[in-house]
């Protein structure tokens, strides 16, 4: 019973350690619910089926029933052994983590070749420290022991130094964002270059080949493995800039669309100002005799252009009156809480295109609401502990589509070239350390924004 145990947590070592290297991209990936849980299941799966291989296997040698494999043979079925634990890491990611199959992919395939990379570095590290170019049977087979001890130092130090660098160099939405079908070029990649080598390697120092060129191998193996994570990464940050640059254009895109509508609002306060010079004309040739109504009728003309809110800040008075004037027009109340001067962390151009956006946004959706008491749109900005909150809350009707990754879908025909005014606002906030939110609820579009102290 005991070589069984041995080998069953020789087995489930492996797992540990590759788990281990998937958890260094995982780990920033939305988990679901019951994680732990989950986690335990996965634990509990990987045992037993390590305890049937074992105990099957050694059952099976035993009686006959299989034969001793040659070294070609017994390399092609860890080849495949390996490459079947790593097709069951991506479900394994699948099933903890809310993520698509290419993310999954992307984290199994690069976080196996950095587990094969610490593992040859710690072949490494033995086989210089020892002279030998394999490893003593005895040593593999203590469970506490130099060798082992080698292997895990290495293993921890070398994954506590990868997560710290993928922290900062892979982000959760960058990682949601991976649906390149390379990843499956990646996969073969892993499977055939860093595992397929890596066994290679351990045959050859088993045949009894020179010290220098099992050193020369492992070296050789570790740019491999380092090669692999560099593309993988380079694939990443290719498809962030890809995904920068079309929503760049977008951007762009809007920021013109603004533009047309401030001019459009402009003719029309331009015609507003013909008419009222044509109705003073009439009432001056009609003499002094003034009627009430018609004085009331130029008044409420006049309200239309003094309902600007004045806030304290030159770029949040501009967006406000353009759209006051423009809800005046369409029916829509426009209710206003702002401190502008919290504001003014922020350029003019950014405040200008955040509320425009804001506001575009909510008038649109109001516009299809028939029902007059809920033609309403309420905007808040104060400043709160040294934080600048945003607070934007409109009516809709019908429901809103969501995004897998959890953004609001436009209701436009055109896709592809709406749906970019959220994500306007996201990254204006992400460049003031910020964080923006939406949320619909009992037919209320909710949109808040928090800015931290300056």
């Given amino acids: 019973m005991a070589p069984y145990i041995h080998e069953v947590a020789s087995c489930l070592e492996v797992v540990v350690r590759t788990g281990m290297g998937i958890a260094v991209f995982a780990s920033v990936l939305e988990p679901r619910e019951h994680l732990w849980r989950r986690l335990a ?36 079925a860890m080849l495949a052994a390996f490459s079947a634990l790593l097709v069951a890491c991506v479900f394994a990611v699948q099933w903890l983590f809310d993520c698509t199959p290419w993310t999954a992919l992307f984290c199994c395939s690069a976080g196996y070749a950095i587990q094969n990379l610490f593992s040859g570095l710690a072949e490494l590290v033995w086989i210089c420290a020892t002279g030998s170019p394999e490893v003593d049977p005895a040593e593999k087979a203590a469970f506490i022991g130099p060798y082992q001890c080698t292997v895990w130092i290495t293993a921890i ?23 390149d079908r390379t990843m499956l070029v990646m996969m073969a990649v892993v499977i055939l270059m860093i595992i397929g080598f890596d066994i290679l390697i351990k045959s050859l120092c088993a045949t009894g080949i020179a010290l220098p060129y099992a050193i020369l191998l492992r070296l050789v193996h570790g740019m491999c493995c380092i090669f692999t994570i ?10 962030h800039l890809e995904i920068e640059r079309t ?35 009439q009432l001056a040739q009609g003499g002094a005799a003034v009627s009430h109504e018609a004085l009331d009728d130029i008044a409420r003309e006049v309200d239309v252009y003094d309902s600007a809110v ?24 426009l209710s206003v809480v702002a401190d502008g001067a919290a504001l003014s962390f922020m350029e003019a151009a950014d405040i200008y295109s955040f509320f425009g956006n804001a506001l575009d946004n909510a008038i649109e959706a109001v516009r299809k609401v028939d029902d007059p008491g809920r033609r309403s749109i309420s905007l808040v900005v104060r400043k709160t502990a040294g934080a600048v909150s945003v607070h934007v809350e409109n009516y809709f009707e019908g429901t809103l589509a969501h995004r897998k990754d959890g953004t609001i879908e436009t209701s436009k025909a055109d896709k592809s070239s709406h749906g970019f005014g959220i994500r306007s606002m996201e990254l204006t906030a992400e460049r003031y350390g910020g964080a923006l939110s939406t949320k619909a609820e009992d037919g209320i579009f909710h949109v808040n924004a928090l800015f931290p102290p300056e």
């Fill in 41 to 76: 299941l996965i634990a509990l799966a990987c045992m037993a089926a390590a305890a049937a291989l074992v105990f099957a296997t050694n059952s099976l040698i035993g009686a006959g029933s299989l034969p001793l494999l040659s070294p070609a043979a017994s390399a092609a």
């Fill in 230 to 239: 560099w593309m993988e990464y380079e694939l990443l940050v290719n498809r």
């Fill in 247 to 281: 929503t760049t254009e977008r951007l762009i895109a809007e920021r013109e669309r603004q533009y047309q509508l401030s001019r459009e609002n402009i003719d029309a306060i331009n015609i507003k100002c013909h008419d009222l010079r044509h109705q003073i004309r």
């Fill in 310 to 333: 004045h806030t304290g800040n030159e770029a949040l008075y501009t967006i406000l009156t353009e759209k006051c004037l423009l809800c005046q027009s369409e029916s829509i109340t």
């Fill in 157 to 179: 130090a070398g994954f506590a130094a990868a997560w710290l660098i993928a922290r900062r160099m892979a982000d959760r939405r960058g990682l949601e964002m991976v649906s």
